[in-house]
């Protein structure tokens, strides 16, 4: 006999789901810890938007194996349509049933059957297993048509998608749904108001020092700092297009790759390819300007601060 494992419980307090995530190797911050404690209790949606590479996804990932459960992702692009995101009809199978029933022979009601129901990410997500309800991920709503997030709306505040040929499937228990949004456009009122709102912002210093710890553990812990002083550096540079905490784990990681225990600026102008993706900003940072914020943070880790 299988011994039954116990169930991971939701946490209690914001802190234990602090916690929980770090052992999770997640860091939440102290505004989406308590928007995400918030959006657990009270069984609502948790709409996440915030720059590339801030952890949006990671949160839905992170909290579907904290939990035990099963995620379910859907990833929204243009054009995304009820048969890809909610539920298609067995076409192939109906006209196999047709054919061997004889014309005219069924009804409607023997043809569009659960069986003959092929279930996509967000009626499967109304499914709760032995675990419980999944963790559903609406990832990049803002990549989707505004009329998909007006099909989201019946989900989002009833747990049910409503199949004309079939009848209504609703959900026993709500899953824990997370929509993430980079933002290239407003999603709608509508929609926002089903669910309770967090700007993810780029991590303060010390969270992304916790990041590196956890993420890049191979880094020294003076690199780490190197790191991600540079990185806040950047993100204050009024740059195209900032780096994300991805590229700051994935900085270190080179940099451990490249034998360096701190940065010097030769390495750091050879490296920036990893740490931004725009020429134009590139040509902004390499030279000079990189040499000039590598003194200054050697002067901050030193303890004492320039100008
Ligand atoms: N708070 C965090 N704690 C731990 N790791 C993090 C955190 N934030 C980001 N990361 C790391 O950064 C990576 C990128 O995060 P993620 O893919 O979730 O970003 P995103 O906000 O969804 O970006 P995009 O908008 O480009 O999809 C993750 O794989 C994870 O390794
Ligand atoms: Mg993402």
């Given at each position: 006999m299988v011994p039954d494992r116990p169930k991971p419980e939701t946490p209690k307090t914001v802190s234990s789901l602090t916690e929980d995530m770090a052992g999770q190797d997640y860091i939440l911050s102290d505004g989406l810890a308590v928007s995400l404690f918030l959006a657990l209790r009270r069984q609502?949606?948790?709409?996440?938007?915030?720059?590339?590479?801030?952890?949006?996804?990671?949160?839905?990932?992170?909290?579907?194996?904290?939990?035990?459960?099963?995620?379910?992702?859907?990833?929204?692009?243009?054009?995304?349509?009820?048969?890809?995101?909610?539920?298609?009809?067995?076409?192939?199978?109906?006209?196999?049933?047709?054919?061997?029933?004889?014309?005219g022979r069924l009804s409607s009601a023997e043809l569009f059957t659960a069986e003959n129901l092929i279930e996509r990410p967000l009626l499967e997500a109304l499914r709760a297993d032995e675990a419980g309800a999944p963790v559903l991920l609406i990832d990049e709503l803002d990549r989707a048509d505004e009329a998909f997030e007006a099909y989201l709306l019946e989900i989002l505040s009833d747990w049910q998608v409503t199949i004309p040929e079939f009848g209504t499937v609703a959900a026993a228990t709500p899953p824990i749904?997370?929509?993430?949004?980079?933002?290239?456009?407003?999603?709608?009122?509508?929609?926002?108001?089903?669910?309770?709102?967090?700007?993810?912002?780029?991590?303060?210093?010390?969270?992304e020092l916790a990041i590196l710890k956890r993420r890049a553990p191979e880094a020294p812990a003076d690199l780490s700092e190197h790191v991600v002083r540079f990185v806040h550096k950047l993100r204050d540079a009024n740059l195209f297009k900032a780096p994300g905490v991805a590229e700051t784990i994935?900085?270190?990681?080179?940099?451990?790759?490249?034998?360096?225990?701190?940065?010097?600026p030769a390495q750091a102008d050879s490296t920036m390819g990893v740490l931004l993706k725009y020429q134009d900003d590139i040509a902004r940072i390499t030279g000079s300007e990189a040499a000039r914020m590598l003194t200054e943070i050697q002067a901050e880790m030193s303890g004492y601060r320039t100008g």
């Open positions: 609502r949606p948790l709409f996440l938007e915030g720059e590339a590479g801030v952890g949006k996804t990671e949160v839905a990932k992170t909290l579907a194996a904290l939990l035990g459960r099963r995620l379910i992702r859907l990833q929204c692009y243009e054009g995304l349509d009820i048969a890809a995101a909610a539920y298609e009809w067995n076409y192939a199978r109906q006209m196999i049933e047709i054919q061997s029933a004889g014309q749904v997370i929509i993430t949004s980079n933002r290239t456009r407003e999603i709608h009122d509508a929609l926002k108001r089903r669910c309770f709102y967090h700007w993810v912002d780029y991590p303060s210093l010390e969270d994935d900085w270190a990681q080179a940099l451990v790759e490249l034998d360096c225990v701190a940065i010097d």
